[in-house]
DNA sequence: TCTTATTGGTTGCATGAGCAACGGTTTCTG
DNA sequence: CAGAAACCGTTGCTCATGCAACCAATAAGA
């Protein structure tokens, strides 16, 4: 795979070259680290990803609604939900209704679910360091922003024309 | 959302913030701008990604293995072959057995297949372009190294012990 | 050569995610 | 105050995806 010298046909058509694509690398880095880390939290304490948002989320904020977590995770609102049911099947997180409003329901950890989120926190964090180590802190640094520049305007262009309906 | 001033508890539980929580961001972004390019490849060509990742790798190498095709997408075969069979369906793309070696099945997009390959390619560049628009050179070059570190650095973290069984 | 191990590719199965339609609740408007 | 519209969350449906078992073909070893 290392030299491609032969030119061939390849001026021919528009110069897509997978492997320099960046929404594909984005794609493969994500996919990359997603699994690595579902490893820990798939492997060791059955969440799938959606859970492990949940709880990650939670374990944050400490109370919380089903809205909030989709909006916070970028997931859909039945992802989370069902992805809530099931925490709240095994004990994890508990639901309690909002008084005030009761289309919502407030979630937040139960002991045993915090004690999950205590023990996997430092774990995914030691993950992202082992990760990042390759990095200089500056590297990091500015991979972080280039991220949120990139997500900001990812984000523009998708929304583009949605003003009201 | 924007404060976040009251500490609380927080110092308690390890500092673990999704947004600023790497592979959680990598996530993100991979989705946003894969979403948004699902838009051009799947509403105006009923392309999925891995189809759309078959397309583009033989649009690149013009025949290949389904075999390698999986290698150079990052994808798992059971994937590439329904990508192939729904692409060959469509007559997008053409299969001959390699005389050489019965397994193996050479994969070459078919006129039509190209055709769609060729519009296709400079759509997908130039969303590449307005996406990375808001980079200047320097920094999509030193993004991409970024992104090529880190992926080496996962992947030998994935495939640390597998030696030989 | 005959047996055994590998390899390329397909398929059945189970899981997971998105979409859309729905029920229950609150808010807006006439 | 009544009806319409918006909103939160759930659920049925469909489809995509990963895994593992499997078939056919080749390679390796006795």
């Not at 046909?9 to 110069?15: C, D, G, I, W, Y």
């Not at 990095?135 to 024309?161: F, N, P, V």
């Amino acid at each position: 795979m290392a030299s491609r010298s032969t030119a061939k046909k390849e001026a021919l058509t528009p110069h897509l070259v997978l492997e320099r694509f960046l929404p594909y690398r984005l794609n493969v880095l994500a996919s990359l680290t997603s699994n690595a880390l579902a490893q820990i939290y798939a492997d060791r304490f059955g969440l799938s990803i959606p859970a492990w948002r949940v709880v990650a989320t939670l374990g944050q904020y400490d109370v919380r609604t089903a809205r909030d977590i989709a909006a916070h995770g970028v997931m859909h609102k039945s992802t989370v939900s069902r992805a809530v049911s099931s925490l709240e099947e095994r004990g994890l997180i508990a639901r309690r209704p909002n008084e005030d409003d009761r289309r919502e329901e407030l979630l937040a950890l139960t002991p045993a679910g915090r004690g999950i989120y205590e023990s996997l926190a430092p774990q995914a964090l030691s993950f992202e360091e082992q990760l990042a180590s390759v990095l200089t802190a500056q590297e990091q640094e500015l991979l972080g922003s280039l991220i949120d520049k990139l997500s900001r305007h990812a984000r523009s262009l998708t929304h583009e024309g949605e003003g009201e309906p």
